[in-house]
């Protein structure tokens, strides 16, 4: 050390600061090397979930269209086509590569989290937030909220869906500033393709783009938030999708849509999903709450992704059927407000300098992601087990389901490199039939009875048709499974198929012919 360097530590000076660049350089690089290493994290922690029941199916519906079946005519999709469209990239890639589906659309997933970041940190940046320096520290935690969070609902629809509407969150909350720098029409045709895809992944979703605009609107005294470009370009995409559906798919909105509405969107379980949810809204209320920062003005994104999370509890209320993969998008867009608020300046931050209330907020925060994310740590993946027995008794089994929950089928099928026939992943109509009835007068409950029949006199028909190696079955026995079994048909087929293996979840039927005494012993 030399005499003028111990000067100056003697003197008590402080050491330059890093030049800017260089310590953007820097962020950038932890940046990088920290979301590498969640990547890493997530694909061993999302081998608890597998490939959820959902995904796998939509997975098996595109390959057998890729074989040349055709959507709601041989393959009863239930969802819009837009959910099978979702996954056909990944899909159609890996049979070009000869690779797992599953493995890509996993990936899929992950480059959906790394263009929705950069797409909004694009946008944050344009728009000059205040925030944006802390944002871009805090980029590994929104990282970890899009990858490691969703847990059972990692690469849902509305996983993926979530994953790109944060540019279009940006976008709002740049339109609710109304600061000098205005979007450009290229950053606004970015975010509203973003946008749309949470839109088109279900309808009602439109609701976390309009709830925002809306108090832009109040705010600003005008109705021109309504009409700016991004806006035009969700309304252009979605008016788009339903002329390609009715051209290409009439038999979703003739068919498949009406019944879904009397046996399917009909169903609610109101308690359950207050029940499953309600906590965690609540203590991320009271977070925000304790987190608002006393010093104006509003931050808007911050208040954006509130608004947003809002309307998504509101859609979360109105499905009403109690899965954690509905209720994400609220809670991902109330997590993200609150790391927003984090990232505020101190300048603009009074609640920083209490600290009573700063130890209360960190309390609160920490209860609320636990009761957010405890719903989505539940499994639906099958036992290993389950799978050996199969993969030991069949080498590519020919796979149906009777259940009507889709776990018992999917992933199980393609776990156990068997080939699902049935045109429905299950017998979901039975049970909604069955919940209905439950509440239904005389005349409405012939109505239901009959239209459960002949959902199970079909299924009957195919099984007779495919002659399947395996039948999965749930154990439980419900009304719907009671329902199943009780029919002459299905009683007729079930004959022909013996017990090869059961747990606290799924029944293996085999048939006959493929054990080795070739007698039906039928155990379940």
Same mark, same amino acid.
Do not use: K
């Given at each position: 050390?030399?005499? $003028?360097?111990?000067?100056?530590?003697?003197?008590?000076?402080?050491?330059?600061? /890093?030049?800017?660049? &260089?310590?953007?350089?820097?962020? %950038?690089? %932890? =940046?990088?090397?920290? *979301?590498?290493? %969640?990547?890493? !994290?997530?694909? !061993?922690?999302? &081998?608890?979930?597998?490939?959820?029941?959902?995904?796998?199916?939509? *997975?098996?519906?595109?390959? &057998?269209?890729?074989?040349?079946? &055709? /959507?709601? *005519?041989?393959?009863?999709?239930? =969802?819009?086509?837009?959910?099978?469209? %979702?996954?056909m990239p990944p899909v159609a890639l890996a049979q070009q590569l000869g690779i797992e589906p599953e493995i890509l659309v996993h990936a899929w997933a992950y480059l959906?989290?790394?263009? $929705?970041?950069?797409?909004?940190? /694009? !946008?944050?940046?344009?728009?000059?937030?205040?925030?944006?320096? $802390?944002?871009?520290?805090?980029s590994p935690a929104i990282y970890a909220l899009l990858v490691l969070f969703p847990g059972n609902a990692f690469s849902q629809r509305e996983h993926i869906g979530v994953c790109l509407f944060l540019p279009m969150l940006a976008m709002m909350a740049w339109r609710m500033g109304g600061g000098p720098a205005r979007p450009d029409a290229a950053t606004a045709v970015l975010a509203g393709l973003c946008g749309s895809v949470l839109v088109l992944v279900k309808p009602y979703y439109a609701a976390m783009v309009l709830l925002p605009v809306l108090a832009t609107c109040w705010r600003t005294r005008s109705a021109r938030p309504l009409f700016v470009v991004e806006h035009w370009v969700i309304g252009a995409v979605c008016v788009a999708y339903l002329g390609a559906v009715q051209l290409l798919y009439p038999e979703f909105l003739g068919d498949v849509y009406p019944r879904l509405t009397e046996a399917y969107l009909s169903m609610r379980n109101f308690l359950a999903t207050l029940l499953l949810f309600g906590p965690a809204a609540l203590l991320l209320g009271l977070a925000v709450i304790l987190s608002w920062p006393t010093k104006r003005p509003v931050p808007e994104l911050a208040a954006t992704a509130f608004l947003a999370s809002i309307a998504g509890l509101a859609a979360l209320l109105w499905q009403a059927k109690g899965w954690a993969y509905h209720a994400y998008p609220a809670l991902a867009c109330a997590l993200l407000g609150l790391i927003c608020l984090s990232c505020l300046p101190a300048a603009r931050g009074g609640w920083r300098s209490r600290q009573p209330v700063r130890l209360a907020r960190q309390g609160v925060l920490v209860a609320a992601v636990m009761a957010a994310f405890l719903p989505f740590w539940l499994t639906q993946k099958p036992a290993a087990a389950a799978v050996a027995a199969i993969v030991a008794a069949v080498e590519r089994p020919s796979v149906v389901s009777i259940s009507t929950d889709i776990a018992t089928g999917h992933p199980l099928a393609?776990?156990?490199? $068997?080939?699902?026939?049935?045109?429905?992943?299950?017998?979901?109509? !039975?049970?909604s039939a069955e919940r209905l009835m439950a509440s239904s007068g005389a005349n409405e409950t012939v109505r239901l009875t009959a239209l459960r029949d002949s959902f199970i006199a079909g299924a009957v028909a195919e099984i007779r048709r495919i002659r399947p190696d395996i039948i999965l079955d749930s154990i439980w026995q419900t009304p719907a499974w009671l329902a199943i079994h009780a029919d002459k048909g299905m009683q007729a087929e079930l004959a022909g198929y013996t017990l090869l293996y059961r747990d606290d979840a799924v029944s293996v039927l085999i048939r006959a012919d493929r054990t080795p005494g070739g007698k039906a012993e039928h155990g379940g």
């Open positions: 050390m030399s005499a $003028g360097d111990g000067a100056l530590l003697s003197s008590g000076a402080s050491p330059r600061p /890093l030049p800017a660049a &260089r310590r953007r350089s820097a962020t %950038l690089w %932890l =940046n990088a090397f920290a *979301i590498a290493a %969640l990547t890493a !994290v997530a694909v !061993v922690w999302q &081998r608890r979930w597998g490939t959820v029941p959902d995904t796998s199916w939509l *997975i098996t519906v595109c390959e &057998r269209l890729l074989g040349g079946e &055709r /959507l709601y *005519i041989d393959v009863a999709e239930t =969802n819009p086509p837009f959910s099978t469209w %979702l996954y959906a989290a790394l263009a $929705g970041m950069f797409a909004a940190g /694009l !946008v944050v940046q344009r728009a000059g937030f205040a925030e944006a320096p $802390g944002l871009a520290r805090w393609r776990m156990a490199n $068997g080939d699902y026939r049935l045109s429905h992943p299950n017998l979901w109509l !039975v049970r």
